[in-house]
């Protein structure tokens, strides 16, 4: 199936450990997204990389890193967990070089941080 | 900065009602719009681009609409199955691809 697909689904650790989430897409997009949802469900992006390359970086603590080897992949590296880190991470997709920003989102990881 | 406000909050329909929902936006050159669903425990889902005003697009029972201010999804004799968080969003006037999103509906379609 093409899609937009990451692991793991669920995530839970304790404060202050290291964790990393993966995401990789199979519609030859050249645009990745890190969004975070909180517990309102608000949407919000964090990260974006274009052919591998940052380039929307949010106010977002330095204990985030994404890393893309590829345009397929980004994945998002947690530094030191903290409790208020705990929400649902989406990553998306999106084919821009034709100027089309419409995104396709991957199913979510559910961090809790205890 | 770019906002999208969605109205209401929460909608609760009977089966067949129809209704509709709202998205105001302020956004800075408008790029296009988004509507997306999305279902507990899942990622949203796309539905619908509108790129300028008077446009609409409609899949099965919903329709989008787009004015210069806002855009309406117009839900007719919905089902069960449309009971859904709809969420909208708008690509940043500045930020390559950045989409704002609204806080969402939630829309309750009882039997």
């Known amino acids: 199936d093409t899609a937009v697909s990451q692991t793991p689904k669920y995530l839970v650790t304790q404060m202050g450990n290291d964790k990393s989430i993966k995401c990789e897409q199979n519609l030859g997009h050249d645009t990745m997204y890190w969004y975070k949802q909180d517990s309102k469900k608000f949407l919000k992006i964090m990260f974006s990389y274009n052919n591998k390359e940052l380039i929307i970086n949010e106010t977002v603590p330095n204990r985030f890193s994404p890393k893309s080897p590829d345009k397929a992949h980004l994945n998002l590296h947690i530094n030191s967990l903290e409790l208020g880190d705990s929400a649902v991470y989406f990553c998306a997709s999106s084919l821009t070089d034709r100027g089309i920003y419409e995104q396709y989102f991957g199913p979510g990881t559910r961090l809790t941080v205890t | 900065e770019d906002q999208v406000t969605q109205s209401p909050e929460a909608l609760r329909l009977q089966e067949g009602e129809s209704s509709s929902l709202n998205c105001s936006y302020t956004?800075?050159?408008?790029?296009?719009l988004f509507w997306y669903r999305q279902d507990p425990g899942k990622g949203p889902e796309f539905l619908f681009t509108?790129?300028?005003a008077g446009e609409e697009k409609e899949k099965e029972r919903l329709k989008a609409t787009l004015t210069k201010k806002e855009s309406f999804l117009h839900i007719t004799a919905p089902k069960p199955e449309d009971s859904a968080t709809y969420l909208c969003a708008v690509p940043g006037g500045t930020s390559y691809g950045k989409l704002t999103f609204g806080q969402g509906t939630i829309l309750t379609v009882h039997p």
């Open positions: 509108l790129y300028s």
């Open positions: 956004v800075s050159g408008l790029r296009g």
